[in-house]
């Protein structure tokens, strides 16, 4: 490390230290809760804070206040903080809100609306339990939630504990949880970005998942204040990115996969949605272009998860609210969700790895 990185880092480190951890009144670095400080050539700087699980929920202003104490140090020019549970051997469980049991958290995004992205992280959490894991799907997309249309859920509302935290609604073997249960559908979302981001964090922290092997953020379309708040705030175990054929959302994806590599998120592979229609005789359209997502993965080094074709009977089940990997297991679109979801698992498990230890003899 240069001097001016060493400079740089020990500032931060001194905002940070001056902080008090809620336990004990130590300063965060003094008590060991700040974790992988790391301070960059370009001024990016990130770390992890890690929480007691037991009282997790002291903690998240303090990640708030340790984020804004290292961006105000001169020099630096992004942060992000992630907020851990640590668990200790002997602790018993206590049942809270927020993600600390769940064993992976992977965020479906699209830069670009209108690419089926809600489609595709519906079928693909079916696809998940289907493969025997316990899931969850999350519809993070604020200002239009499709869950409520592509579930079946309807007018159902998750209950309120008497400490004040939700439990998910149960549908198609998931466990679901969207803005779209707790408003009005017919009122419109005219929400700031401050009222937005307020909002994630209340369904990632407030809501009682349990104990999930995955956990599936439906993030909406976009590189914005909502996305950022995610990923400074949850662990990822990855991204998949959701994209159509054509050129126009090719740009965006662009955009998408640069906001996740810059933020360290793996970026577990890209799926191409629509990427062609296939008439009764086997004949192949490609109506939005031919091969554009694959090729945009290939171009930054990003791994290709697969297609998924243009089909009546994938349409037809959204609209009715019974997701065709759930209902039709058999039917191909829904073996090929399948196949993506073991692919995005095996590279989820393989960019998680952590390094082998090092025995000097």
Not at 176 to 203: C, E, F, H, K, N
Not at 230 to 253: F, N
């Amino acid at each position: 490390m240069n001097n001016r990185l060493a400079d740089l880092t020990e500032r931060v480190k001194a905002r940070l230290n001056a902080i008090k951890d809620p336990i004990g009144g130590k300063g965060l670095f003094t008590s060991g809760r700040v974790k992988g400080l790391d301070a960059r050539a370009d001024g990016k700087v990130s770390f992890t804070i890690e929480a007691p699980a037991d009282v997790a929920e002291l903690y998240a202003p303090v990640r708030d206040r340790a984020e804004a104490a290292a961006r105000s140090v001169d020099g630096v020019t992004s942060v992000t903080a992630v907020l851990t549970a640590e668990t200790t051997a002997n602790a018993p469980a206590k049942s809270t809100g927020g993600v600390g049991r769940v064993k992976q958290i992977i965020a479906v995004a699209s830069a670009k609306g209108g690419v089926g992205k809600s489609t595709v992280a519906v079928n693909l959490a079916c696809a998940f339990a289907s493969l025997g894991m316990k899931t969850g799907l999350l519809d993070l997309d604020v200002y239009g939630p499709s869950a409520p249309t592509l579930l079946g859920t309807g007018a159902k509302k998750p209950r309120m504990r008497e400490d004040k935290l939700l439990e998910p609604l149960e549908a198609h073997g998931l466990k679901t949880m969207s803005i779209g249960y707790l408003v009005d559908p017919s009122s419109p979302m005219i929400w700031r970005g401050a009222m937005a981001t307020s909002a994630v964090r209340q369904m990632i922290d407030e809501v009682v998942w349990g104990d999930l092997d995955v956990l599936l953020l439906d993030l909406p379309p976009g590189t914005g204040d909502v996305q950022l708040t995610l990923v400074q705030r949850v662990p990822l175990a990855g991204a998949v990115i959701v994209s159509t054929p054509q050129e126009m959302a090719l740009a965006d994806v662009r955009r998408g996969l640069a906001m996740f590599e810059k933020t360290r998120a793996p970026i577990l592979g890209v799926i191409e949605n629509m990427a062609y229609f296939e008439t009764p005789d086997g004949q192949r359209t490609h109506i939005f272009g031919e091969g554009g997502a694959k090729r945009v993965a290939a171009d930054v080094g990003a791994p290709f998860l697969g297609e998924i074709p243009i089909d009546v009977a994938l349409r037809e089940s959204c609209d009715v609210g019974a997701p065709l990997v759930a209902t039709q297991p058999e039917h191909p679109v829904s073996k090929r969700f399948r196949e993506i979801a073991a692919a995005a698992l095996d590279n989820a498990a393989r960019m998680n790895k952590p390094a082998p230890a090092i025995r000097i003899k």
